[in-house]
């Protein structure tokens, strides 16, 4: 790659900052039709809003699929620790089952109450932390697992991040586990509602996403009325051990055999350029 260059950042800001891709949201007392005409005003009129308002059409090439479990390492002579990413398709930003897939996460690895944390680092010793979570954007998302552990323990710490993917799946989570998650996702999005900013970027959300306009009226029901049940249905339908990618970073003669029986390496460089597996002793 080459040196990137004022003209580069010129064009950048030329084709992704234009006020037809924003939204503004004002939260406040205020009078509506006021504000709105100080708006237009200081923006220049109406043509940008309602070209926004129609919607800006781009082609993105379809997300590749994810078809078994595949394995890279890329190598960082040196590295005494590996970061490891357990990652998966996800959702969009609009789909139905991401409210449920919140409460779902928490258990799995939401914080330090999540099964990954208290299997890697309270039973194990493997790391100070594992989390995991759905990043949902506008055309697709992706779920990922992940952790920072020693070189000697990356293959035993990413056996146990499968092992916690299979058990969500196979076994409905405890109702009173799953009411600890529930209610603490509550709590925070109801002690949310009080900040102002926040409900701009929401209401922006909306729009952004196309999601329901009652989306956060309704939000904290849909948390309060997750299931054990439903948990696992939506376990299995979104995270599939069978279609994984498993990736780590660090020194990769020490994590390369580690990794091998979760099925074949790729190794590349910091550059992200293929090169040959390390020779094995």
């Given amino acids: 790659m ?9 064009r950048f800001h030329q084709e992704h900052y234009r006020l037809r891709d924003a939204t503004l949201a004002v939260v406040g007392e205020v009078d509506p039709q006021a504000v709105l005409a100080q708006i237009k005003e200081a923006l220049g009129g109406q043509q940008e809003l309602e070209q926004y308002q129609q919607g800006l059409k781009q082609l993105w090439p379809p997300f590749p699929p994810v078809a078994g479990v595949s394995v890279a390492v890329v190598d960082r002579p040196g590295s005494v620790q590996s970061n490891i990413f357990v990652t998966g398709r996800g959702v ?14 928490s258990v799995l690895g939401g914080g330090m109450s999540g099964r990954l944390f208290a299997n890697l680092r309270e039973k194990h010793g493997f790391t100070y932390g594992a989390y995991s979570g759905f990043s949902a954007k506008k055309l697709g998302g992706a779920f990922t697992a992940a952790a920072e552990v020693r070189n000697e323990v990356t293959g035993a710490a990413t056996a146990e991040i499968l092992a916690e993917l299979e058990r969500i799946n196979k076994e409905p989570i405890p ?16 002690m949310s509602v009080e900040n102002d900013q926040r409900t701009a970027e929401r209401q922006q959300e909306i729009v952004l996403y196309g999601l329901p306009a009652d989306y956060f009226k309704t939000y904290a029901q849909k948390l309060a009325a997750v299931t054990p049940q439903q948990a696992q249905a939506l376990a299995q339908k979104h995270l599939d051990t069978r279609d994984l990618y498993i990736i780590a970073v660090g020194e990769a003669k020490e994590i390369v055999p580690q990794l091998a029986r979760f099925g074949k390496v790729t190794v590349y460089d910091t550059d992200l350029k293929a090169k040959p597996a390390p020779a094995q002793n």
């Fill in 2 to 10: 080459g040196r990137i260059t004022p003209e580069d950042i010129a």
């Fill in 92 to 105: 969009a930003r609009n789909d139905p089952d991401l409210p449920a897939l919140s409460v779902l996460n």
């Fill in 175 to 190: 109702e009173a586990e799953l009411a600890l998650q529930r209610n603490f996702l509550i709590g925070n999005f109801l």
